[in-house]
């Protein structure tokens, strides 16, 4: 059984610049929930979509915006990018019973 | 209120001793519990499920739940060096939702 698949794993970007970050579920899985981890901080949450739907919102700018499709394979766009937005983003994946993680994409900002 | 609640730490203890990691939530319906190990720069992965009420065996690792009292907790006995980790509590409340906590942050000093 495939993993959760999160692409690419690393990304450099320029300030200014918009970003686009892929999550692929474990199959069968229909919620991807994302999250931002900042060296030292913990996990914050972004959003959760279920069935091609935001479900969940966390308290991030409007420059943080996401997508599901029908494969229920998601998307993560950071627009406007801030040296503050270099981070870990996890997608994670949620079955009837469990969640599984991604490798994560480290995006860094210069 | 915070839906799963932990205390970010950092949580030091010395080598060989029990390392107590808490958690509470707020949704008495949510029905099973997880406990995930990050290490530094890594991805959240899977260590500990439980589902009912009691204690989980699995090693040096026992899960607690209390769903009178709404908590979840993870001791780990004979703590060593390499269990240095962000421990994340986890609570799946159904429709394929699960929801983190922020992580606890343990050291274990050699």
């Known amino acids: 059984k495939a993993g959760v698949t999160q692409t690419p794993r690393y990304l450099i970007k320029t300030r200014g610049q918009q970003v686009t970050l892929s999550c692929s579920p474990i199959?069968?899985?229909?919620?991807v929930s994302w999250y931002q981890q900042t060296p030292g901080q913990g996990l914050q949450f972004l959003f959760e979509?279920?069935?091609?739907?935001?479900?969940n919102k966390g308290n991030f700018p409007g420059r943080f915006s996401g997508r599901q499709f029908s494969n229920s394979r998601s998307e993560m766009n950071v627009s406007t990018l801030e040296l503050g937005d270099s981070a870990l983003y996890l997608c994670?994946?949620?079955?009837?019973?469990?969640?599984?993680f991604g490798q994560g994409t480290r995006l860094t900002v210069v | 209120q915070k839906e799963v609640e932990q205390n970010s730490g950092p949580l030091s203890v010395p080598e060989g001793a029990i390392a107590s990691l808490n958690c509470t939530y707020s949704?008495?319906?949510?029905?099973?519990f997880f406990w995930y190990r990050q290490y530094s720069g890594k991805s959240p992965e899977l260590i500990m499920s439980i589902y009912s009420n009691g204690d989980k065996e699995d090693g040096r690792f026992t899960a607690q739940l209390n769903k009178a009292s709404q908590y979840v907790s993870l001791l780990i006995r004979d703590s060593q060096p390499s269990d240095s980790a962000t421990y994340l509590c986890?609570?799946?409340?159904?429709?394929?939702?699960?929801?983190f906590g922020i992580g606890t942050k343990l050291q274990v000093i050699p």
């Open positions: 979509y279920f069935s091609e739907t935001q479900r």
């Open positions: 949704d008495r319906g949510s029905q099973s």
């Open positions: 199959s069968g899985h229909r919620s």
């Open positions: 994670a994946s949620s079955g009837e019973y469990e969640a599984f």
């Open positions: 986890a609570v799946y409340g159904g429709y394929q939702k699960v929801t």
